[in-house]
């Protein structure tokens, strides 16, 4: 089993950056997880930001925010990252980060806000 804990998000303007980190802790490893991020906005479902491998070297982007997101990981310490530039309003949202094992993402955090204004 593995806790997450989202920190890093907050107010921007648009065009502006942000990055999210995510902390696990447990005793499984860390880097048996594959991690993904994702986000709900006010109104809409949640939806698929991002994922990166157990090793860090693949990840995959929802169209959305492809060259402008990226994801990466630090498995000495336990943390993946959301690195987020040239944000957008339509970025705003509470964003998760999720671990799984297998097929599904079975542990969440509690989440983290980002608010970008236009």
């Known amino acids: 089993q593995v806790q997450l804990v989202e920190s890093g998000g907050g107010l921007v303007q648009a065009g502006g950056s942000l990055r999210l980190s995510c902390a696990a802790s447990?005793?499984?490893?860390?880097?048996?997880?594959?991690m993904g991020w994702f986000r709900q906005a006010p109104g809409k479902e949640r939806e698929f930001v991002g994922t990166?491998?157990?090793?860090?070297?693949?990840?995959f982007y929802a169209d959305s925010v492809q060259g402008r997101f990226t994801i990466s990981r630090d498995n000495a310490k336990n943390t993946v990252y959301l690195q987020m530039n040239s944000l957008r309003p339509e970025d705003t949202a509470v964003y998760y980060c999720a671990a799984r094992s297998f097929q599904e993402y079975n542990y969440w955090g509690q989440g983290t806000q980002v608010t970008v204004s236009s």
């Open positions: 447990g005793r499984a490893s860390f880097s048996s997880y594959t």
């Open positions: 990166i491998s157990r090793d860090g070297g693949s990840t």
